[in-house]
């Protein structure tokens, strides 16, 4: 048997072209970094919809029980709940409302077999308290608190509830992390608005 014999011309094209994959992948990994990056500035609801779909993946499947009661579990996506299939059912806005939920939060839905809906929050995220002011967008009649620059949706239930009028601060409930487009009414501070500051935006 004869002996391989690796010269010093072997070694270093051999480690020339370990380089230049090495460089490529780092190209590769770069290109989608930056594709992300644009995709989030794009798409400014997507980090909402990855963080949904998550907390999705971790709760279980619809299941029945002995009485025929189907029970599903899936995350509140600030006006519905969105189940391990992807599907969307209701919250009626009353109950996210006075529960004071949170996109991002855990539920679990039993419909009975009549067809009622009963929810229950099993998984609430940590959350976090912000002060705003209460505006309308003209546009949609939509009511927004703006905190710092940026609007966050509310329910409409949780306004009449609280009376809120244009111009009111606003105390809501966020997620403690990531990006959320929908905040949770938890108090309203009462100082009436004028023709003059209507909040119309």
Known sequence: MEDTII??????ESTSAEAEEFVQLIDDVSAKLGRLRQLVNDQPNLVTAVRTRSRTASVTAPVSDEDGMRVIEGAFDGQNMVGPDGKQYSVPANYASKSKLVEGDVLKLTITRDGSFIYKQIGPIERQRLIGQLIRDETTGEFKVMVDGRGYK???????????????????????????????????IKHGSTEADTGVV
């Open 154 to 188: 509310v329910l409409l239930a949780s306004i009449t509830y609280f009376k809120g009028e244009v111009g009111d601060e606003v105390v809501i409930l966020v997620p403690q992390e990531g990006e959320t487009r929908w905040a949770a009414v938890e108090n309203i």
């Open 7 to 12: 010269t010093p011309a072997d070694t270093a």
